[in-house]
């Protein structure tokens, strides 16, 4: 008898129903309402399993407002082909169509994180993923073009929104198994855009996830990489905001080291701090490696030369222009540093041989870069010509008129 008592417990309890906390969200028909009652009954429910059938049925609530609206859009389609007039088109809700699409992105995804934990006999058997990912992966491209719709009317929340869902499932394992070649060509420039618009939103953990995504694609990275270390260095507030992006730039340089834009940023960052040690010490390491890193030679001249050490800025400055010979901006803080060695010699050899240095360097500059768009190297070049031919020499006069 108590053999027989205890498998009926057992059997009871193999084949309890839904949890009250359970039942009551499946009674909703309301996604609103439904998704509120989750938020407070989840603690409440059972198991995984009945977590994930929750969500699961947000889903579906959230599906039933799609199939409505692109079945709006379906009909218009074929009322257009069959000649329907303008003004017969049937109109449908955009924005609701978008907004249900990344709740069911969403609902699934979370939906997905419950399935996939271990059921009673310790098996992971998911019940919902393969059913949610069809589905959802057939109808998630209307937020590309709504996010664009969005984004022309300056709507940058909505914009944001709708990309960013369309970015978060296109990487969510949930849907790794679906077919991701046809948005291939510009699911990186989609997730670029969804970066600039989080950081406008002050989102930067969301900013960076997004940018981290876009440089994946080789038509996206450097855009992406220039856009996040500016996003990075501006609207620091205080030294935990500054210490924040140290630390972010700290793991994007352990991941590219060779990454010179990097390198430069986090130099950067700690000037701003006035931490010359560190500076010091990540130019040195850096340099160990990478003896030909452009950015690490060149910010060492401009710190010799903040130091009004010429001899060391020239130095470092020459091997900088080697690194990166069609850099203007280096010949001319390179043309700067042999001015100024000529100014401060008493020997007159090496005040016309520092001078006619200054002047290689300046006319190269001049070279690279005639308009002084990146460099305006004009006075400094006419100075040197003045103190090695003199102020009445055809030579300084024309570069006079440069100037």
Not at 111 to 134: H, L, R, S, T, W
Request: aromatic share 10%; glycine share 6%.
């Amino acid at each position: 008898m108590m053999m027989m008592a205890m498998m009926l417990v057992a059997s009871a309890t193999a084949f309890a129903g839904d949890s009250d906390a359970l039942k009551a969200v499946m009674k909703l028909k309301i996604y609103s309402d439904a998704a509120q009652l989750v938020k407070q009954n989840l603690n409440q429910m059972a198991n995984a399993s009945e977590k994930a059938k929750a969500y699961n049925y947000l889903v579906d609530l959230a599906m039933k407002k799609v199939s409505k609206e692109t079945g709006t859009i379906a009909e218009n389609q074929v009322g257009m082909q069959m000649g329907r007039a303008a003004n017969e088109i049937v109109p449908y809700d955009t924005l609701g169509l978008a907004d249900a699409i990344c709740d069911a992105i969403y609902n699934a995804i979370e939906c997905n994180k419950y399935d996939q934990q271990p059921n009673a006999k310790g098996k992971v058997a998911p019940k919902f993923a393969e059913k949610n990912a069809q589905r959802i992966w057939a109808v998630r491209t209307h937020l590309v073009n709504i996010g664009q719709e969005q984004a022309h009317k300056e709507t940058k929340d909505n914009a944001l929104k709708y990309w960013g869902a369309f970015v978060d499932s296109g990487v969510d394992p949930l849907f790794a198994a679906m077919n991701h070649e046809p948005e291939k060509e510009y699911f990186g420039q989609v997730a670029f855009f969804s970066g600039r618009y989080a950081y406008e939103a002050k989102d930067m953990d969301r900013a960076n996830r997004y940018f981290e995504i876009a440089k994946k694609d080789p038509t996206q990275k450097e855009d992406a990489l220039n856009f996040q270390l500016y996003a990075l260095r501006t609207g620091l507030k205080n030294h935990a905001d500054s210490v924040a992006s140290i630390n972010a730039l700290k793991a994007m340089y352990e991941a590219e080291p060779e990454n010179d834009a990097i390198l430069d940023a986090l130099y950067g960052m700690y000037d701003g701090l006035k931490d010359k040690a560190a500076q010091v010490a990540l130019l040195d390491n850096h340099l160990a490696k990478y003896p030909n890193s452009f950015a690490a030679l060149a910010n060492k001249g401009l710190m010799a030369m903040g130091e009004n050490d010429a001899v060391k800025g020239a130095e470092w400055l020459r091997k900088a222009a080697a690194a990166k010979p069609d850099n203007a901006v280096i010949y001319t803080y390179l043309g700067i540093c042999l001015s100024s060695l000529a100014a401060t010699t008493e020997d007159n050899a090496k005040i016309k041989d520092y001078y006619k240095q200054a002047i290689e360097a300046f006319d190269k500059a001049k070279e690279l870069d005639p308009e002084k768009r990146m460099a305006n190297w004009g006075y400094n070049r006419y100075q040197a010509y003045y103190g090695l031919y003199g102020e009445d020499d055809a030579r300084t006069k024309a570069a006079e008129a440069d100037r």
